[in-house]
Structures are given as C-alpha cells and as structure tokens.
Nanobody, 128 residues
C-alpha cells in the first residue's frame, strides 16, 4: 500500500556532500511524516541496530535529528512530489551505512518507535 524508493547513495570522500531522495507512492500514503534511519554494514537484521537519523512531519515545523548528525544533515519534504530529501554535508567515515527511508503518521513516532513503512535502503560510503 505504501512504497518508498531511495536514491542518491554512493561513494564520497570525507568532508564531501551527498543528497538522498525518497519517493513515496501507493494508495495508503496520506500525508505521512517521513524520515531516515541507517544501519552499519555487517550489523544484520535487528531493528535495534538501526540508528535514527532524521524525521519531519508532512506539514513543516516538527523536525528531529539524531545527535550524531545535528548540524550536518538536513531533512526536507517536497509535498507536491511526495519526496523526502536528506542533504548530508561534512560527511565522515563513520557515516558509512545503508540509509533507509521510512514513513509513519508523525515524526515523533518515527523517532521513538519502529516506523510502519521502510524502503529497501541505499548505500552511502565515506572513504578516501
């Protein structure tokens, strides 16, 4: 009912930037909050090993960031396109992970619970 498709991952040098995109579709998608989690390669399976990155409500105003990305990452949503973006600046090797787009009713739910909807993930590698 809800599909999330990420794009924009890749290899970047430390200090560089990337922008991830997440296109939402499906009849079940109804002004949901959107966000991002990440999982370090090699840590398989468990939700608890996925780190919260950012989330924003459909109506701008409520935005949350994980402590490790504050001041470097920015989340935004283009309501008309049903697309979320994650602008990542000053990337560090420890940002290397698979990044997952997520959606749920509110940004607060994304931040504190397991979101209802997940994309397939896109790899981000920060290395010189």
């Amino acid at each position: 009912q809800v599909q999330l498709v990420e794009s924009g991952g890749g290899l970047v040098q430390p200090g560089g930037s990337l922008r991830l995109s997440c296109a939402a579709s499906g009849r079940g998608f109804n002004n949901f909050a959107m966000g991002w989690f990440r999982q370090v390669p090699g840590e398989k399976g468990e939700f608890e090993k996925r780190e919260f990155v950012a989330a924003q409500d459909w109506s701008p105003g409520i935005t949350y960031y994980g402590d490790s990305v504050k001041g470097r990452f920015t989340i935004s949503i283009d309501n008309a396109k049903k697309t979320a973006y994650l602008q990542m600046n000053n990337l560090k090797p420890q940002d290397t992970a698979v990044y997952y787009c997520v959606a749920d009713r509110y940004a607060g739910l994304i931040r504190t619970t397991r979101p209802d909807y997940w994309g397939q993930g896109t790899q981000v590698t920060v290395s010189s």
